[in-house]
Nanobody, 125 residues
Framework: QIQLVESGGGLVQSGGSLRLSCVAS????????IAWFRQAPGKEREGVSY????????YYADSVNGRFSISRNNSENTAWLQMHSLKPEDTAVYYC??????????????????WGQGTQVTVSS
């Protein structure tokens, strides 16, 4: 059974940090592009960050660029999202997702075939 399991969410004050983890099982993460998405109440799911399976290239949404950092360790079948300088507008459920090949825009949900259940991040002002 293929699973992505996120953890590391929680309640943090504005300006704080969190590190989200995404552990994959039932698949070899080496072959998959990984992205983090988030969804706030009443809003669409949006791409936060992406890391390539081929060359480790990373992309970030403008809203988090410079504050968030994505990484992966294929030997551990794990990806992370390190979040610094958190703001109340970062409050959302965060999901990791895996795609065998992202052919279009990395921040679109279209190419991602495996999704985690999400972890809640709440940033208080």
């Amino acid at each position: 059974q293929i699973q992505l399991v996120e953890s590391g969410g929680g309640l943090v004050q504005s300006g704080g940090s969190l590190r989200l983890s995404c552990v994959a099982s039932g698949l070899t993460l080496d072959y998959y592009d990984i992205a983090w998405f988030r969804q706030a109440p009443g809003k669409e799911r949006e791409g936060v960050s992406y890391i390539s399976s081929i060359n480790g290239a990373t992309y970030y949404a403008d809203s988090v660029n410079g504050r968030f950092s994505i990484s992966r360790n294929n030997s551990e079948n794990t990806a992370w999202l390190q979040m610094h300088s958190l703001k109340p507008e970062d409050t959302a459920v965060y999901y990791c997702a895996a795609a065998f090949l992202v052919e279009g825009y990395w921040g679109s949900t279209n190419d991602y075939i495996y999704w985690g259940q999400g972890t809640q991040v709440t940033v208080s002002s």
